[in-house]
């Protein structure tokens, strides 16, 4: 089983849409968790960072489910731009800053 | 964006030959790290460093070896590519060891023939 698993998708949405992609992790202890983007051919880039009470930038929601293990992120209202793969971060308990990514989610918003 | 470039951006080389990729940053971070990006895989860490000379090994460090001389350079060392070391290589930084986020470089797309 892969510390952290999420549907690769491809999600295919129109323009305006609510989208939501949730990932798992394996390892109970896990400190930190994030949601990285990345384009095409490009570097992931940090989107936002996910806390146990949940929080919120522009249309990103992010929550956290402890007990159940998951992550999620919820897009409002989908912009061509939103277009890219969304990769699941973990950083496990103790592990000297060493991240261990998802696969990522595929993402196509269409006009 | 912070300032952190990767040299060469593309590389062929054959099997048996050495490679080195280069990361330098100008940040003055702590943290870096070697990542490789392969289809179904995610990104997976190959070597870190958490300080010059200090480095350690990550999840797919076989075959590779790193090298930290300087705060602003870490070098990722391919002692005899092989085809399976056909890749997209990630440098990333980090300002400290979890709690803040990591910045990537713009990456290195390798292929072994």
């Known amino acids: 089983r892969k510390e952290v698993e999420q549907d690769p998708g491809p999600f295919n949405v129109p323009e305006g849409a609510t989208v939501a992609f949730n990932c798992t992790y394996s390892?109970?202890?896990?400190?930190?968790f994030f949601w990285y983007r990345q384009d095409c051919r490009k570097e992931p880039k940090l989107l936002m960072s996910?806390?146990?009470s949940g929080n919120e930038d522009g249309r990103f929601t992010a929550q956290l489910n402890r007990a159940s293990q998951y992550i999620s992120l919820l897009i409002r209202d989908s912009k061509l731009s939103d277009s890219a793969t969304y990769l699941c971060?973990?950083?496990?308990?103790?592990?000297?800053?060493?991240?261990?990514f998802g696969q990522g989610t595929e993402l196509s918003v269409k006009p | 964006d912070a300032g952190i470039t990767q040299s060469p951006r593309h590389k062929v080389t054959e099997t048996g030959t050495p490679v080195t990729l280069r990361c330098h940053q100008t940040?003055?971070?702590?943290?870096m790290y070697w990542y490789r990006q392969d289809p179904g895989h995610g990104l997976r860490l190959i070597h870190y460093?958490?300080?010059?000379?200090?480095?350690d090994k990550g999840e797919v460090s076989d075959g590779y070896s790193v090298s930290r001389s300087k705060t602003e350079d870490f070098l990722l060392t391919l002692e005899s590519a092989t085809s399976s070391q056909t890749s997209v290589y990630f440098c990333?930084?980090?300002?400290?060891?979890?709690?803040?986020?990591?910045?990537f470089g713009p990456g290195t797309r390798l292929l072994v023939l």
């Open positions: 990333a930084i980090s300002e400290s060891d979890g709690e803040g986020t990591q910045y």
């Open positions: 390892n109970s202890a896990s400190q930190s």
């Open positions: 996910v806390y146990s």
């Open positions: 971060v973990v950083n496990p308990y103790n592990q000297g800053g060493k991240l261990i």
């Open positions: 940040e003055n971070h702590r943290y």
């Open positions: 460093s958490y300080g010059v000379k200090d480095t």
